[in-house]
């Protein structure tokens, strides 16, 4: 996914990419990627920067982590670099700054590749708890029973003991 920066007009252009997750190496351990990952750049900028803002969208399935079913997650992010030219030979640390968005490009270089920071956009973009609904019961934890779609009688049972020790007393 590369941005040709000699590409770029006054004003705005856009970049559109779609690429495979597989040519994306995209992977985690947890997820599975449905669909395409779809990138628009939108670049403005002068000779000697650039502001790239990006949105991607793809889909995703993974598990819910409370009952383990599979989860369909529709996926968007969006982030923003500022690419900026620097002279050859110049010290990175001189210029550089704390912020993730800002890229020191060489003036010699007449093109960004974007696919790393694409790729990171997504996997940060990944739910670390995803629920396939807000109020997932989950399982049980004594029967192991999806209480979303059965209800179980682990808890009366626990219960038990104290209902008989009552029982004793009267
Ligand atoms: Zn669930
Ligand atoms: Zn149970």
Redesign the pocket.
């Known amino acids: 996914m590369k941005i040709n920066l000699r590409e770029v007009e006054a004003g705005e252009t856009e970049f559109n990419f779609q690429v495979s997750p597989e040519e994306m190496d995209l992977f985690s351990p947890e997820v599975e990627f449905l669909e395409v990952v779809e990138t628009r750049v939108r670049v403005t900028g002068s000779e000697k920067q650039h502001l790239l803002d990006t949105s991607i969208e793809t889909k995703a399935q993974c598990r819910c982590s409370r009952c383990l079913e599979p989860v369909i997650l529709p996926l968007r992010t969006e982030f923003k670099l500022l690419l900026k030219s620097c002279e050859p030979f110049a010290k990175a640390s001189e210029t550089a700054s704390e912020e993730e968005d800002l890229v020191l490009v060489a003036d010699s270089d007449t093109s960004f590749d974007i696919t790393e920071r694409v790729r990171e956009a997504i996997i940060l973009s990944l739910p670390l708890k995803p629920l396939c609904r807000e109020d997932c019961k989950g399982l049980?934890?004594?029967?192991?029973?999806n209480?979303n779609l059965k209800t179980?009688?682990?808890?009366e049972q626990k219960l038990d003991p104290h209902w008989s020790k009552l029982k004793e007393l009267m």
């Open positions: 049980c934890p004594h029967c192991g029973v209480l179980c009688r682990c808890e």
